[in-house]
């Protein structure tokens, strides 16, 4: 199936995401890897549930500060190129010959930067299915007025998410206010968003030791607005929360930092596991002198294209990250 990018079929997802009371997930990416194992993940979930044609979001950022996902998808660092490389991947993932061409994919510019992504957010019909109108930055009643002048703009070309408030980052040394429920609902009257980014108590680029999702204010939120919710941060909700974010009128969830983080993990376990044959016997054993790697540790394998090459790392992080799709694919669409 083509990628789904005119605003009335984009919003017939969202629809029949809330009547089967489903939040709707996006993940998002900044590399080839990223991108191709969230398809998989979500084909080999689909067809495991017989829906082979679910619905999933795939989501970039271009020149967002804290992480500019453009800027990563070409090793140019150049976030023009990196964005052309992403959405020619995505249209040749899903043409029709392609193993994912039964899935429905919509595409997300996230956290457009109302001042430096003017190249995408200016002309985003044909490109992504929605944006985020990221002007959250500027003082409250600016921020209304300038996202409501996007929409009025481009509601009728693009689906548009807004942020009412800032979300925290990770090591930020102060924490910040939730949204307060009256502001969320002015500025969602006001703006006329389709989608509304409060801050509900979660964090970007976090784990949950420290956080807690405040379920009661998206829940007071939602009473006044509806269904709207837009949630970021979901790698910092407690796992048993997932499941029940309908409940609290989120309609749609925002995740990445625990594919990378995750999968991580899983790589570097495993080229320690092989470290002789992934990176050569004078290494692995320069490394174990060094206290760095233990006494166990493989010194003597000689070097083995099973595990030295960038296509085996790749893989490595392609099938874990797969698996972390499938997993929040199963909390989000229950069979």
């Known amino acids: 199936m083509p990628l789904i990018l005119a605003r009335p079929e984009v919003l017939a997802v969202y629809a029949e995401s809330a009547r089967r009371r489903r939040v709707h997930p996006l993940f998002s990416t900044e590399n080839l890897t990223n991108t191709e194992a969230i398809l998989a993940g979500a084909r080999e979930y689909g067809e495991r549930i017989g829906e082979p044609d679910l619905p999933v979001t795939i989501g970039i950022t271009h020149r967002y500060p804290e ?3 453009s800027v990563g998808y070409s090793p140019t660092g150049d976030p023009v190129m990196g964005m052309r490389l992403f959405h020619a ?3 040749t993932l899903m043409a029709p010959d392609s ?6 994919v919509l595409v997300h ?29 500027l003082p409250f009643e600016e921020n209304i007025a300038a996202t409501r002048r996007y929409v009025e703009r481009h509601r009728h070309e693009v689906v548009i ?18 949204t307060a429920p009256d502001d969320a ?24 030791a420290k956080l807690r999702y405040r379920d009661d204010v998206a829940r007071e939120i ?22 029940r974010l309908f409940e609290d009128g989120i309609g749609k969830v925002n995740f990445w930092t625990a594919m990378e983080r995750d999968s991580s993990a899983e790589l570097l376990t495993t080229l320690v596991e092989h470290a002789a044959e992934s990176a050569g016997p004078a290494t692995a054993s320069r490394l174990q002198q060094r206290g760095l790697l233990g006494p166990r540790v493989d010194t003597t394998s000689p070097v083995s294209l099973d595990y030295c ?26 069979a």
């Open 109 to 137: 510019l996230d956290h457009g930067q109302h001042d430096a992504d003017t190249d995408i957010l200016d002309s985003p019909a044909g490109l992504f299915s929605s944006v985020m109108f990221e002007a959250s930055t």
């Open 161 to 178: 998410e807004g942020a009412c408030d800032t979300i925290a980052h990770f090591g930020e040394a102060e924490a910040t206010p939730c």
């Open 99 to 104: 193993p994912y061409a039964r899935l429905r």
């Open 309 to 334: 090459t960038t296509r085996y790392r790749q893989g490595v992080v392609f099938q874990s990250m797969k698996r972390i799709v499938t997993g929040y694919l199963a909390r989000w669409y229950p």
């Open 185 to 208: 609902e002015r500025y969602y009257r006001d703006t006329g968003v389709d989608w509304v980014v409060a801050n509900l108590g979660t964090e970007h680029r976090a784990g949950v």
């Open 67 to 69: 992480r500019p996902q």
């Open 89 to 91: 991947d995505l249209r």
């Open 222 to 243: 939602s009473r006044r607005i509806g269904p709207h919710l837009s949630l970021h941060g979901v790698s910092s909700v407690d796992p048993d929360r997932l499941g």
